[in-house]
């Protein structure tokens, strides 16, 4: 899956520079445009956010049986706290298939995604992983596919949670033609909040950075067009 002509030794010494990456033409383009499609038309995403300091989720069967009342106490509960720079709001999809209820979903081409997450996770990837980042202890990924939509955001964070192992984290860009007034930018943060720079989602770009880089992705505007797609998680030190 991965783009053979990468130069792992030369990326190495660029990430070397701030423990952050962008590697650009990441998945041969066959399988990055099949991933794209696929995220698009068959993936049933379920909406992830946090309402007081409490992660929830609600699945795509859930939401479809709230009320617009229902949804607008959610949207401004959640806003409430990331009115104090705490949350998040985007549908996600994880490895687990606990999800894989919609009678909408193309089986074969969510199949084809969990394959995806079995390869970020295979001895291949984690060996690439490890070779740019010299994290040798790096031994799995965790992962999951992401869309922001109008609304959606990530407030200012660090990835550092006990017991996790995280080490470094990734987002796998799966979105074409995205134009910046949109948001839905990687924002970096020095520690005392001032902003630092943005990475643009761009499409079939893996940017990798170290789990002690502050950072957020931007509110996405309600005149975005279209989603921002990505496969995001963490290469991992597990036991």
Same mark, same amino acid.
């Given at each position: 899956m991965i783009n053979p002509d990468l130069d792992i030794d030369s990326l190495a010494n660029a990430y070397k520079l701030d423990k952050r990456l962008v590697i650009k033409n990441f998945l041969k383009p066959e399988v990055a445009e099949r991933v794209r499609t696929a995220c698009q038309s068959s993936v049933p995403f379920s909406v992830h956010y946090v309402i007081d300091d409490k992660y929830q989720s609600k699945?795509? *069967?859930?939401? &479809? %049986?709230?009320s617009a009342r229902e949804k607008q106490t959610i949207y401004d509960r959640v806003s409430a706290s990331a009115s104090q720079g705490v949350g /998040? @709001?985007? =549908? $996600?999809? @994880?490895?687990?298939?606990?999800? %894989?209820?919609?009678?909408? #979903?193309? *089986? %074969?081409?969510?199949?084809? @995604?969990?394959?995806? /997450? =079995?390869y970020i996770d295979s001895e291949n990837v984690i060996n690439i992983i490890k070779s740019i980042t010299g994290k040798q202890d790096i031994t799995a990924a965790d992962s999951q !596919? #992401?869309?922001?939509?109008? $609304?959606?955001?990530?407030?200012?964070? +660090? =990835? *550092? *949670?006990? $017991? %996790?192992?995280r080490r470094i984290a990734f987002v796998l860009g799966l979105t074409k033609n995205w134009h910046p007034d949109w948001g839905g930018l990687l924002q970096f943060y020095e520690k &005392?909040?001032?902003?630092? =720079?943005?990475?643009?989602?761009? !499409? &079939?770009v893996l940017s990798i950075f170290e789990v002690s880089h502050i950072h957020a992705v931007t509110y996405i505007a309600p005149y975005a #067009?279209?989603?921002? +797609?990505? @496969? #995001? $998680?963490? !290469?991992v030190a597990k036991a």
């Open positions: 699945s795509p *069967v859930e939401v &479809n %049986k709230m /998040f @709001l985007y =549908d $996600g999809y @994880l490895r687990s298939r606990a999800e %894989k209820t919609s009678a909408t #979903t193309d *089986v %074969k081409e969510l199949d084809f @995604l969990h394959s995806v /997450f =079995d !596919f #992401t869309r922001f939509t109008s $609304g959606h955001f990530l407030t200012r964070h +660090l =990835d *550092v *949670v006990p $017991g %996790k192992g &005392n909040g001032t902003p630092r =720079d943005a990475w643009m989602p761009q !499409f &079939n #067009t279209e989603p921002r +797609l990505s @496969l #995001t $998680g963490w !290469f």
